[in-house]
């Protein structure tokens, strides 16, 4: 279990307490006001908050000696923090990271939340310029919605159903897509998406900076070769290049370490060889987030 | 080798009606971007160039650009 988990979680998994969806915990943390601010602003909060001045190659700024390493650590330092939790700047992305679930927890989680409203993509919209109803808003950021027009698809506000919801994750899985749920203020819950690489912003600042925007999901996929045949249908679907088949052996090779416990794999696997372990069953990984 | 993507607004003008550029680019290092801090359904978009440093220099982006305004430097 990572920190939050014991902190919000009641001996469960953090993002399976009810607590954390409640419209009570949305005021105590002042979801509505910071997440009417973060989305209003989310380019900006993107493009220039998150990375300083800024992000105009925030590689090469990284890569400056010692500077841009305290640059670096002073900036990741902002996703982790938890306190104070009102007056919070939302301009600063200052709480607002995501973490990685597997299909039948972003299930579970959508039991908990209420109402599912079908939303725009934010990322997609903004390095794409398409509009993409793939993320599901709950709670606040469901209220936000009907103030922010370019997140409301065309077909209108939609609210689905939990079944409904449920296929839609499942159907998001299938096509290829990580299930992530988004919280802001910590430990508020408003949204579960469907997210891709590169397009998502939080992946893209993860896995080409090292910046901590996503936190990596509570399992670990695990191969069974004994059920293994050696297909290939799983090597493709991996997006955080944990996933790798060797052809000598004929088989999938998982690094742990690089694992966000997606899922992606099990969901494609026909022979269902590959299974989620607990993060914590690796005791190297245990604070591997 | 640093690579500085510059895109000529004057040429440009509104990118949501094209949108070549955001769509050829594999890595996505463009993005829309509201100029405007106050508005929440800005009209003027246009279009920024980040992570520049993820760069490939592929070109795709110059040679797409039906307004000749993407140039690398």
């Known amino acids: ?289 | 080798m640093k690579t500085d993507i510059i895109v000529d607004y004057d040429k440009c003008g509104d990118p949501r009606e094209c949108k070549k550029c955001l769509q050829i680019c594999a890595p996505a290092l463009f993005l829309l971007y509201s100029p405007d801090d106050e508005s929440d359904d800005p009209d003027i978009w246009r279009v920024d160039v980040a992570f520049t440093d993820l760069c490939t220099r592929c070109g795709d982006c110059v040679e797409t650009c039906p307004k000749e305004a993407i140039t690398l430097v």
Not at chain 1, 54 to 72: E, L
Not at chain 1, 74 to 84: A, C, D, H, L, R
Not at chain 1, 239 to 247: H, K, P, R, Y
């Open chain 1, 1 to 289: 279990m990572c920190e939050w988990c014991y902190k919000h979680g009641a001996g469960k998994k953090w993002y399976l307490n009810s607590k954390n969806y409640l419209e009570e915990t949305a005021e105590a943390v002042g979801a509505h006001e910071y997440i009417y601010e973060l989305w209003k602003h989310f380019e900006k909060v993107y493009l220039q908050k998150i990375f300083g001045i800024s992000t105009r190659g925030p590689g090469y700024k990284f890569s400056i000696p010692v500077v841009g390493r305290a640059i670096k650590w002073y900036i990741s330092s902002w996703f982790t923090k938890e306190k104070p939790l009102k007056g919070r700047s939302p301009r600063r992305a200052e709480g607002h990271p995501g973490q990685v679930v597997p299909l039948g927890d972003a299930q579970q989680v959508l039991e908990l939340a209420d109402p599912i409203l079908k939303v725009n993509c934010a990322c997609r919209h903004m390095t794409r310029g398409i509009e993409d109803p793939c993320c599901l808003a709950f709670g606040a950021l469901a209220e936000m919605v009907p103030k922010l027009p370019r997140y409301i698809p065309e077909r209108g506000a939609e609210q689905l159903h939990v079944d409904e919801a449920k296929d839609f994750v499942e159907k998001m899985n299938r096509g290829g897509r990580v299930n992530t749920v988004w919280f802001g203020p910590v430990p508020y819950i408003a949204a579960l998406c469907s997210c891709e690489y590169p397009e998502c912003a939080a992946t893209r600042i993860r896995l080409d900076y090292g910046l901590n925007a996503l936190y990596k999901g509570e399992y670990v996929a695990k191969v069974d070769f004994s059920k293994c045949t050696g297909c290939g249908t799983c090597a493709s679907r991996c997006q955080f290049g944990a996933l790798t088949f060797t052809d000598a052996m004929n088989r999938p090779f998982i690094d742990a370490w690089k694992c966000y416990g997606c899922g992606l794999c099990v969901t494609a696997c026909p022979e269902g060889a590959i299974e989620m372990v607990d993060r914590t069953a690796f005791p190297a990984l245990k604070d591997e987030w």
